[in-house]
Nanobody
């Protein structure tokens, strides 16, 4: 069984930075995609950034140039460096992953973390 556990969230002022981590534990899995989504109360869940087995990372337009996704395969950990945070970045951030290319591209991930809250005040 695989678990994804996020950490690194918190409350910051606009313009500050945070780095989120997502540690994968359990069975060794050959991920096809791994990334971050977020959801605010009353809002639909939206993709933030994703790493795919093939191709360049994907970023939502709202975070391009401010956020950077990376991974440390030796530590089985995914990161999201968030710079120049804005109040509209406030949300619960979830790590998600899948082993199937079709589920990845359809955003139907089988593996999810519990989430870590990010709150940005102006």
């Amino acid at each position: 069984q695989v678990q994804l556990v996020e950490s690194g969230g918190g409350s910051v002022q606009a313009g500050e930075s945070l780095r989120l981590s997502c540690a994968a534990s359990g069975d060794t899995v050959n991920w096809y995609c791994m990334g971050w989504l977020r959801q605010s109360p009353g809002q639909e869940r939206e993709g933030v950034a994703m790493i795919y087995k093939h191709g360049a990372p994907w970023y939502a337009d709202t975070v391009k140039g401010r956020f950077a996704i990376s991974q440390d395969n030796a530590k089985n950990t995914l990161y999201l460096q968030m710079n120049s945070l804005k109040p509209e970045d406030t949300a619960m951030y979830h790590c998600a992953a899948d082993t199937s290319w079709s589920r990845c591209y359809e955003a139907r991930y089988n593996f999810w973390g519990q989430g870590t809250q990010v709150t940005v005040s102006s």
